[in-house]
């Protein structure tokens, strides 16, 4: 019966999304030359994407596994430079010809691919001495890696200017191969969403799997969890590489979304909404715990960001209150504030979105709060 | 409780369907001309974007009054970028979507390239006002600005050093950012052709670096006597300047546009004699006594109470560069007026120089050399010379 209904899921599932995707191709080809589609609309969805995947994959080390990692956005920043570099290569060494040559798209998967696996192996150099500390002090040494990592990007002669060692080492790399125009993007928005929905896919497996249930046990306690005969410290080094990897394909994502790459972007003093404080701010947000929360989280932090900066209402808004939005941290911070006094286990908590077990979810929960007034209403009788 | 979460969720919903408005609507009167402005106004550089939002507004109030540009109002649109690329063309694409074909913007090289080849794509002019970087401007785009390159600026300062009569000098730079590396690189390749020997070489991790003392030392061992040294203003003021003084360098310090409102960035109390024997290059002179810039400098005094700096200067020329530019092409389309500005033959006379603008679209113009001048409680900027080419 159990397995049954497993079954069912992913079946109901993946049905959703094929439907989902059928139609957006086809409103993706009716309206995908027009301006505001093209120009706001599928950016902000590319953008979209890589927050997503970055927060769920964050939310794996932090929700899950009760691991405060600060760096974050350091294996973002070396998916990004491994997919722009290794593209590039192979535009100048001219093995594909244009963004529609169908071989484009195999040096798309493997720079992606690429992008993640070169992530997760030095998520393995950092976390295997890290991860035996706890708390704080693996905060602050993923804080420094983060830090280290875009230093060590600074300073490499290959990843500056012009990229491969034909500019000089330098914050920003101009081009890289799979940089996709505004156009490009439209064409392309299909891997985009293909690659966060696979990507998500994973690491819910993930967490479902006995290696999820492991994790679990250790953040609620981990002498109970080693005593039942978890090996604790492979469990976690494995679980940071594997969300790193995944930080790795954000990176890519990123690579393919910005023509140019810059340093800065990534850097902890950034005053973007990428940074890696600003990940752990999103993964909170979203609800430490739940997948879903992450990602809804990502979409929610991403248009409090662009709206303050390019909404048209805030024009129309009384000068006191649009002065606050010429300091966006402001704005974040006042965002998350709100959350955290009003819900603060985030705003899924751990609870998961969906789609088979909406209908019931929503039935448990009127249930409950009927449960619940019920209880209140008694005790007032009582008192 | 639960009025919040209801506002809460409000305001989520607000923003939500506020993204598909902002994309649709045109919402500027249909005679008025548009010009779209990307800037660094908050970030780490927000001086930049500050100085360049109020030379453009300064030059469009000007323009409108005395009747706008073919006889249309111009209006400006402002957007910040943070001085984050991802920004930069978030503001870009808000811009291109809502109609505008004219851009100015952005302050930083590293923006500026992000937003490139969309502008190409999009057929949509840039006009960059400070961005030096020289790979930014190539041949037969629709991208330009209204400053000279790096590689102008840096062999200025070498030129500097050979007419001064130093034979030996030493370079303090961040090999990490652009701006400085380029700059060290025109500055050194100038310095073989001159004959100028490069005795010491030092560098710091980034730019924000906040001690710069080991290299200065590494200056005073070497025994040179003048230093380039290219860092933006925030750490020129505080932290280079007084800590290559304190390490016993007392030779010049040499640094490029960058330096531009260092003297609003010095630490109060602070033995500002330090700043004594510090030049740079700079875009124009406020104090130049030539009408186009004495009256520049008094119209922006007379409206913000400060000097401007060169980012107003140049904000303020790249509007009426483009002014010149729909005057031109008689139509303020985007392929014209960059068919406009591409004309080689065309002469802008403007508070940063007079000059036209080469293959590339980045004029030929000269250069100011600027130093500090310090009592000991105060830093001011005096004009040493004007370089309009190189020896």
């Not at chain 1, 696979?198 to 109970?224: C, H, N, P, Q, W």
């Amino acid at each position: 019966m159990k397995k049954n209904k497993t079954a069912r899921g992913y079946f109901l599932n993946t049905a959703v999304i094929v439907l989902l995707f059928t139609a957006f191709q086809i409103l993706t080809a009716a309206k995908g030359s027009q301006g505001a589609f093209k120009l706001v609309l599928v950016p902000s969805i590319w953008q979209c994407c890589y927050l997503m995947v970055l927060a769920a994959s964050l939310n794996l080390v932090l929700g899950f596994m009760g691991q405060l990692s600060l760096g974050h956005c350091g294996f973002m920043a070396i998916g990004a430079y491994t997919a722009a570099l290794l593209s590039l290569a192979c535009e100048r060494a001219e093995w594909f010809d244009g963004k529609n040559d169908p071989r484009f798209l195999a040096v798309l998967i493997i720079s992606v691919l690429a992008a993640g696996l070169l992530a997760a192996l030095f998520s393995l150099l950092v976390g295997i001495p890290a991860l035996r500390l706890k708390g704080d002090y693996l905060a602050i040494i993923t804080l420094g890696f983060g830090m280290i990592i875009i230093n060590i990007i600074n300073n490499l002669p290959f990843c500056g200017q012009d990229g491969l060692a034909l500019g000089s080492a330098g914050a920003s790399l101009y081009k890289n191969g799979l940089g996709f125009g505004s156009k490009a993007k439209v064409q392309f928005l299909w891997f985009a969403l293909a690659v966060t929905i696979l990507s998500l896919t994973l690491l819910f497996m993930f967490v479902r799997s006995k290696y999820g249930r492991a994790i679990k046990a250790i953040r609620d306690d981990e002498i109970a969890a080693s005593a039942s005969g978890i090996n604790t410290s492979k469990y976690k080094v494995l679980t940071f590489a594997y969300s790193a990897f995944f930080a790795g394909i954000a990176g890519a994502l990123y690579a393919c979304t910005n023509a140019t790459l810059s340093t800065s972007s990534f850097a902890f003093t950034n005053g973007g909404i990428l940074n890696s404080t600003f990940v752990v701010v999103m993964v909170v947000l979203g609800g430490m715990g739940s997948l879903t929360g992450s990602a809804v989280a990502a979409v929610i932090m991403f248009l409090v960001n662009y709206e303050i900066k390019n909404g048209q209402w805030v024009s129309l808004l009384p000068a006191s209150l649009s002065g606050i939005f010429e300091y966006p941290m402001l704005v974040y911070a006042l965002v998350l504030i709100i959350v955290i006094l009003f819900r603060p286990k985030g705003i899924f908590g751990t609870y998961e979105f969906s789609l088979q077990n909406l209908i019931p979810d929503i039935r448990n929960a009127i249930k409950r709060h009927r449960a619940a007034k019920a209880e209140k209403e008694e005790a007032k009788a009582n008192a | 409780m639960k009025t919040s979460r209801f506002f809460s969720i409000l305001l989520v919903l607000c923003m939500v369907f506020c993204i598909a408005a902002a994309g649709g609507s045109a919402f500027a009167a249909d005679d008025q001309i548009i010009i779209g402005l990307i800037s660094p106004n908050t970030g780490a550089l927000a001086a930049y974007g500050t100085g360049i939002v109020t030379g453009a507004d300064l030059a469009v109030e000007e323009i409108n009054a005395a009747g706008g540009i073919l006889g249309r109002q111009v209006q400006l649109i402002k957007t910040d970028d943070q001085s984050d690329p991802t920004e930069c063309l978030n503001a870009f694409n808000s811009l291109v979507a809502k109609g505008v074909g004219l851009i100015i913007g952005s302050a930083t090289s590293g923006c500026t390239s992000a937003i490139t080849d969309a502008a190409n794509e999009e057929e949509v002019c840039i006009l960059s006002p400070t961005a030096t970087a020289d790979s930014i401007t190539t041949e037969d785009d629709f991208i330009f600005r209204a400053c000279y390159a790096d590689s102008f600026q840096g062999a200025i300062a070498a030129a500097y050093a050979k007419q001064a009569g130093f034979d030996k000098v030493g370079v303090v730079y961040c090999a990490a950012d652009v701006y400085s590396k380029g700059l060290f690189d025109s500055f050194s390749k100038a310095c073989a052709e001159y004959g100028i020997e490069l005795a010491a070489e030092q560098s710091s991790a980034s730019l924000d670096v906040q001690d710069y003392t080991n290299q200065f030392t590494a200056m005073v061992n070497a025994g040179v006597e003048f230093v380039y040294a290219p860092y933006y203003y925030d750490v020129i003021g505080p932290y280079v300047v007084p800590q290559a003084r304190a390490a016993g360098y007392s030779g010049i310090i040499m640094g490029a546009d960058g330096y531009d409102t260092t003297p609003d960035y010095v630490v109060a109390g602070a033995d500002l004699t330090a700043f004594n024997d510090v030049y740079w290059t700079n875009h124009y002179d406020p104090s130049d006594t030539s009408e186009k810039v004495s009256s520049f400098v008094q119209a922006y005094e007379a409206k913000y109470g400060s000097i401007p700096s060169a980012f107003g200067a140049t904000g303020y020329d790249c509007v009426y560069m483009y002014k010149q530019a729909i005057e031109a092409a008689g139509s303020e389309d985007s392929v014209a007026v960059r068919d406009a500005l591409a004309d080689r033959s065309a002469v802008y006379e403007c508070v940063t120089g007079t000059f036209s603008l080469d293959e590339s679209g980045t004029p030929l113009k000269g250069a100011a050399i600027i130093s500090f001048q310090s009592d000991g409680s105060t830093v001011t900027s005096k004009l040493v010379d004007v370089v309009t080419q190189l020896p």
